[in-house]
């Protein structure tokens, strides 16, 4: 399947060489084993995007850390800066990310900023960024150890949620703003509006708080 790839813009470059001096540590070098699972596992990932979504990253290693759960770095001797909890900083759906806010203006032209913000309570909340998650078969490409993978940790909605914000933020960095917009767009909006329609309109239709309904 043909993928698209976009150039990198300055803006890009920058982010993506401070990421990559964040995550530059010294470690100890890993065992044949370890390290030929690591490459079968990120193999799998890559081609995981290339066949499902059309999308080749400029710099793997992007995708390879928006999957990485802070267990996993005790196999690869890493430091915690190295797990996607970094990256996905640079999704920051739940900190104002921009490509988000001008989604949703854009799909829901007629609301005030009160009703947009109930929107968009519910959509970047963990349980709904999770399902989404799961039903892109996500939590099958986490990189976990065994200890996580025994407790549940590819279907735990922290992981899943974490993991997804982090495709925006290695997405945002690789390509650029408009590229992570389309990501959300055609993966988070469209999949949120079909799953939750009743409990958008529920949202919608409620009372701003502090009102109250005066029967005659």
């Keep these: 399947m043909r ?20 995550f530059k540590r010294n470690h100890t070098p890993l065992p044949a084993e ?15 995007f290339k066949e499902q979504f059309a999308i080749c990253f400029n710099d793997p290693s992007l995708l390879i850390t928006a999957f990485k759960h802070r267990s996993y770095l005790n196999i690869t001797n890493e430091q915690r800066e190295a797990s996607n909890e970094t990256i996905g900083i640079f999704g920051g759906m739940r900190t104002g990310f921009g490509g988000y806010s001008i989604l949703i203006r854009k799909d829901f032209p007629k609301r005030n900023e ?22 892109l078969s996500l939590g099958d490409l986490i990189l976990i150890n065994k200890g996580e993978e025994k407790t ?5 909605h922290s992981n899943l949620s974490d993991t997804f914000e982090a495709i925006i933020g290695a997405l945002y960095l690789d390509q650029g703003l408009d590229k992570a917009r389309d990501f959300i767009q055609k993966y988070l909006l469209s999949k949120f509006k079909t799953n939750h329609a009743k409990r958008i309109i529920y949202e919608l239709q409620k009372p701003p708080a502090g009102t109250c309904s005066i029967k005659i």
């Design 34 to 48: 370890i390290q030929q699972r690591s490459s079968t596992e990120e193999d799998k990932i890559i081609n995981h």
């Design 152 to 156: 549940g940790g590819r279907k735990r």
């Design 3 to 22: 993928c698209w790839r976009s150039p990198l813009s300055n803006r890009w470059k920058f982010g993506l060489k401070l990421l990559k001096k964040i």
């Design 114 to 135: 009160g009703q947009l913000s109930k929107i968009k309570s519910i959509l970047v909340s963990q349980p709904v960024l999770a399902e989404i998650a799961t039903q």
